[in-house]
Every structure is written in C-alpha cells, then in structure tokens.
C-alpha cells in the first residue's frame, strides 16, 4: 500500500479547502456554483488572459529574440481562446490567438483538438513566430526539424510513456490514468464540495455574495494568517476530518480510485491507517497546535516567506446570468526583488461558458508528425564521465543518469556501441557471416567496426561520428560529449 499516495490527496483536500472551505450561505453558494458549473458536459466557453512582467531590465548579455521577448512581456501579451468541449465523448477543439495590444489585431497562435485518445496541437504558426524572434541559425534548425508540419499529435501511448521517466512526487500520478478524461474534475469536485461536512463552525470570511455572483480576495499575508487558523480547526475538530475523508473514500468506485493514484484494493488498508493517523493526533492534540502556532510565528516573522507574502494578491469572481452564461474572472499580483531590480508579475483574465449542443470535431490527417517522430528529432546529448563509467542524457524529457562501461584499449576509449546507439535511437543488427555489428537506418547499412568483449560490441569514440554525431572530449572533466546535431 502507498500511504504516501493517500496523504497526497488529504494534502490536496487541505489545500483546495484553505480559502473557500466553511458553511456560510457565501461559501456554499460559492463551492454550489462551481459544482454547477463542472457537471457541465457539452460547453463552449470564449476568454482572455494578460500575462505581464514589469521591471526588469533587459540584461545585456540578451539576444534579439530575448529582448523582444521582454519588451513584450513589459507591455503585456493579450491571449484570447474560443472552444467547444465534449466531456463525455472527451472531445475539445480550442484556438488561441495573440493580441496587439497596440493595434487589437488578433493572430493565430495554436489550436489543440482532441478526439479519441489523441491530442493535435497545430504548430505551424507557432513556428513562424518562433522563426520570427529567433536568429537565423534557429529557424533553420526550427525548419530542418518540423519542414512542413501543421500538427503535432500525441496519443494516449505516448502520453504515459512520456511521464513514465518523471520522478514520483506528491501529485505527479494523480491525472495519469485520466489522460484526455473528466472523471478526474468530477471526483475533486465530490471532493471539494464533500469539505464544509468537516468545517460546519468554520469560516474564513473571504467569500462574498452579490446575487448570484460570488467573489473572494486575498493577499499572501492573509492567506499565512488564515493557513493558521484552519490549521488550528483541522487540529481540534480531527474527528470530523476522519469522517468527511472516510466517507469520500466509500463512496468512490474502483475507477475513480485509480484516477487518484490509489489502488482499489487497498481501500481498507486506506481506512485503517486514516483511523490511525487520526487517533494518533487526536492523543496528542496539543503537541500539534503548538507546532502549528511557532510555525505561524515564524512565518510572521522578517524572511523571505513573509516578504514574497507582501507583495502576492489573489482574486476571483464566478456568476452565472440569466441566460445561463456562467462567468469568472481572475487575477493574480507578485511584487518581487529580482537582482536588485523591483519587479511586478501579474496574470488576469475572464471567461463565459455555456452549455452548447453537441458538436463534431473534423481531425486533420495531413501535415502530421507524431510525437514520437518529434522526439527521435530532438537533440539528444550524452556525456560519459571515462573514469566513473557514469554518464548524463539529456533529451526533449530532461536530463537522467545511468552507467555504461567504458574500456580503454591503448590509451584508446571505447564504448558499447549497442547500448548507447539504442539510447539515440538507432536500430542495430549483426550481421553474422562477418561477425560485425551496424546501424540500420533508412534502409541502408552503416557499419561501425570495433572489438568484441564478452560478446559486446565496443568502438572508438570518434567513431560515432559516422553516425553524424557530433563527439567532443573535455579534458578538464575527462568527459566524452556524444550529440545529435538536430535542434
């Protein structure tokens, strides 16, 4: 049983619960509409976001592309979308475009459709304004790797295999089994709607009633000083915690466990380490709130926790209108100190959705390139550590370590050349009559002499060039750098 995974959803019940969590008519009214608003299944939905960044100089070590970049960001880029959304037939078909704020001229950025388990992510545009901003040696590069691509489309294989490699953290396998798939809204907001059964003399205040539209406003050194406080509740009202969770836990399927990362069959392994842990704090209650009341001590104190608080400001409206038009707005300030320069980041934006008929989404079929395609494009750079046999890659995924051995064969350093042409993606055959390996690439053979060890393959550094590698030697590090020479 993963207890850690079980504790990543009660983090999540605690943190979704901080702000809105409570029993006043505002706060359910509030936690009712968005319950309203998810169990939509077919909405079209219309927006906008402003994302800006003032303050910050540009540095003088930027680039071209790097300086328009921050003169865009210190004017504000306008994004607008329009979209439609299918959440039992896990159809979406969304357009973002970019705004002049100058001219209000709009420009296509991107279009993401989804249907049947994949994902279509129009690029084309995007790559002309990547070439646009960029050096020429970019856009080349840029060229030489998508040529005349429209869309690039990832299926549900290639979703899992791509965070297959992602270290495990608190949240990260909340969402994989629910690639492209609502059910993971629908078992939060059970969730989040569940949250006032534990809170029923609890209220942070914030939620603000005007009709039926609901608003709250925050800023970072109230939300320290509201974390407190519900802390404080958790701690002394534990029981009702244990009750509302237990029973969130009954009611969930098989499936709705395992898009929480929770495994089915545990569920009463689940239930009594819950009863445990709340036993456990329940015995030792005031131990707890003195911890959590020097932990808001200290937050309270000069530090850098404190400081960023200052400076953070968050609000949010929903409502719904007459004509069912359901309408939210947001808006997000940091003032931040970033090397000695004063700094204002800020995000807002609106939106209207709507529930909509259902519709049908037609998905291109030319011009595609998948997203496997695009990985093996990539480029992929290995450096191998000679004396350690200890070497790092780094590819579209990021960057992991692993080991290899390295033979020095007269003051000569060779490597297996079937381990790491698989890691780059080659395919290697043998070819028996002439007891030599080669590369199989496009149909034509190339052939990599070495020697043989122990039934393996190993050849001289240099020669991965043939390959049209790039392979470069750090002295310093005594380090082979082995790389692909796409973008």
């Not at 049983?1 to 999540?12: D, I």
């Not at 295999?161 to 798939?181: G, T, Y």
């Not at 400076?311 to 069912?324: F, P, V």
């Amino acid at each position: 049983m993963s207890k850690r995974k079980l504790l990543a959803v009660f983090l999540l019940l605690l943190l979704t619960a901080t702000l809105t969590a409570g029993c006043s008519q505002a706060e359910l009214g509030f936690l009712g509409l968005q319950k309203e608003l998810s169990e939509l299944n077919t909405t079209e939905t219309s927006g906008d976001f402003v994302f800006s960044l003032k303050g910050l100089p540009v540095p003088a070590t930027a680039d071209a592309a790097e300086t328009l970049l921050y003169n865009m960001l210190q004017k504000g880029v306008t994004i607008k979308y329009t979209g439609k959304t299918d959440l039992e037939k896990n159809i979406v078909d969304c357009t973002f475009f970019l705004v002049d704020n100058s001219t209000k001229t709009e420009q296509i950025l991107t279009r993401i459709i989804c249907k049947d388990n994949i994902i279509y992510l129009k690029i084309d545009e995007l790559l002309k304004l990547a070439q646009g901003m960029g050096e020429p040696e970019t856009s080349n590069k840029l060229q030489e790797v998508f040529g005349d691509t429209v869309y690039l489309l990832i299926n549900q294989e290639e979703y899992r295999q791509s965070i297959a490699d992602v270290p495990e953290q608190p949240f990260s396998k909340l969402n994989q089994n629910a690639f492209m798939n609502n059910q993971l809204n629908n078992v939060l907001q059970k969730l989040i709607v569940k949250i006032p059964e534990a809170y029923q003399n609890y209220s942070p205040g914030l939620v603000v009633q005007n009709g039926n539209t609901y608003s709250w406003e925050v800023t970072g050194t109230q939300a320290l000083q509201l974390l407190g406080g519900f802390l404080e509740y958790t701690i002394n009202n534990i029981t009702d915690l244990e009750k509302c969770i237990d029973s969130f836990l009954d009611a969930l399927n098989d499936e709705e466990m395992t898009i929480l990362g929770l495994e089915p069959q545990e569920k009463t392994s689940y239930k009594t380490f819950l009863n445990e842990a709340i036993t456990e704090i329940a015995g030792n209650k005031g131990e707890y709130l003195q911890v959590i009341r020097a932990l808001q001590t200290g937050l309270q104190q000069k530090g850098e926790i404190p400081k960023a608080a200052d400076g953070l400001k968050i609000s949010y409206t929903l409502g719904k209108n007459e004509q069912e038009v359901y309408a939210n707005t947001f808006a997000f300030t940091m003032n931040l100190e970033e090397k000695g320069a004063q700094a204002s980041l800020q995000m807002q934006g609106q939106s209207q959705t709507k529930k909509t008929a259902p519709f049908t989404v037609t998905t291109p079929t030319a011009n595609l390139m998948t997203y496997t395609e695009y990985l093996q494009k990539v480029r992929r750079t290995m450096e191998i550590q000679v004396d350690t046999n200890a070497y790092t890659l780094t590819d579209a995924k990021g960057s992991s370590q692993n080991s290899l051995e390295v033979k020095n064969i007269e003051n000569q350093t060779y490597l297996p050349m079937r381990q790491i042409a698989e890691i780059f993606g080659e395919e290697v055959s043998w070819d028996a009559e002439n007891s030599q390996a080669y590369v199989l690439r496009n149909g034509d053979k190339i052939d990599l002499t070495g020697v043989i060890i122990d039934g393996r393959t190993y050849i001289k550094t240099r020669d991965f060039a043939k390959l049209d590698y790039k392979v470069s030697w750090n002295d310093g590090t005594r380090t082979v750098i082995i790389s692909t020479t796409t973008l």
